[in-house]
């Protein structure tokens, strides 16, 4: 009986110890599935850094390249604004050159006009001479009083310059500026929408349609007096869609009036208005927005033009023709 009992221990031992040993099999797997998880959670946490920091630094690129890009953009209006600057600084060049011209000829016409001044004073001179001798030989030829007539008819016809207007000759018409001969107007208007304007933008009229003298600047929207005298500008404003906005005139950057758009009560607003002033050669005169945020319509529908009424006359003066 014991040695059965024995035989029966073996046999079980047969039976478990292969369970057991297949049981820690599975165990030992288990643990090593569960490490294999470990380092895969752990590699996906390290990958996931990895990619945050890439992201930071995309982030960092875009907006660098987005400062990049404003600052070419800011390069680019400045070399605009330079290269305007250059056109002005040229055609400035020019008006001196013409001007220059102008004096030479101004020089050289009263230098003329002051020889024939003194011929004419030579001449009286000589003249009252003779009339003096003739008065005391009234016997000889024409009687004194009528010698007198002659002498002073044919001295008036050579030109004396306290009788010209006597012989309607008027020496004002001799004596003129060359500078009023000068043609000074503009006319240009706006084709695309103004989006957004800010605070003291300046209206850039960019399509010219006239620009007699070249004084207007299609490039930053002012127009700079080439010669003293009296202006006439005019200028019309239709507002956006639902935008109601205020505007003025300036002078060297002051405002000298105002005009006004009511767009958010009638949906779409104009506004007209003229001036005329006195400027100084030099002077700038332009259209600046007020509002901020404010949107123009294009399409031609502004304008901005301006003409010289009159020079000024209180400078130098050249000699011309009658």
Do not use: W
């Amino acid at each position: 009986m014991a040695v059965n009992i024995k035989f029966l221990f073996a046999d079980v031992l047969v039976i478990l110890l292969p369970l057991a040993i297949a049981s820690d099999s599975t165990n030992i797997g288990t643990t090593n599935g569960l490490n294999e998880v470990g380092v895969l959670l752990n590699h996906l946490q390290t990958t996931e850094a990895v990619v945050q920091k890439l992201l930071r630094r995309v982030e960092l690129l875009e907006t660098r390249n987005e400062a990049q890009q404003q600052t070419i953009q800011n390069h680019q209006i400045r070399i605009e604004h330079l290269e305007s600057r250059d056109i002005d600084q040229q055609q400035l060049i020019l008006n001196l050159r013409s001007e220059l011209v102008v004096e030479g000829q101004r020089t050289s016409s009263l230098e003329r006009f002051r020889e024939r001044i003194g011929k004419v004073a030579c001449q009286s001179e000589d003249k009252k001479n003779r009339v003096s001798q003739t008065e005391k030989k009234p016997g000889k030829g024409l009687p004194t009083q009528t010698r007198k007539v002659v002498l002073n008819q044919t001295y008036t016809e050579e030109n004396n310059p306290g009788d010209l207007k006597t012989k309607g000759y008027d020496l004002r018409k001799r004596i003129r500026r060359a500078d009023n001969e000068k043609n000074i107007a503009f006319f240009a208007t706006l084709t695309n929408h103004l989006e957004h304007v800010g605070v003291q933008q300046t209206f850039v009229f960019d399509h010219v349609v006239t620009n007699l003298g070249h004084s207007y600047n299609s490039y930053n929207g002012n127009f700079i007096i080439p010669v003293s005298g009296t202006y006439v500008f005019s200028a019309t404003l239709v507002s956006e869609h639902h935008y109601s906005s205020h505007s003025h005139f300036t002078v060297n950057g002051q405002a000298i009036s105002f005009m006004y758009v009511s767009g958010s009560e009638a949906g779409f607003d104009t506004t007209s208005q003229m001036i005329v002033v006195k400027l100084q050669k030099g002077d700038d005169v332009c259209i600046r927005n007020i509002d901020a945020h404010k949107s123009y319509l294009g399409g031609h529908y502004n304008t901005f033009s301006g003409f010289l009424l009159r020079q000024d006359v209180s400078e130098t003066v050249v000699v011309g023709k009658k």
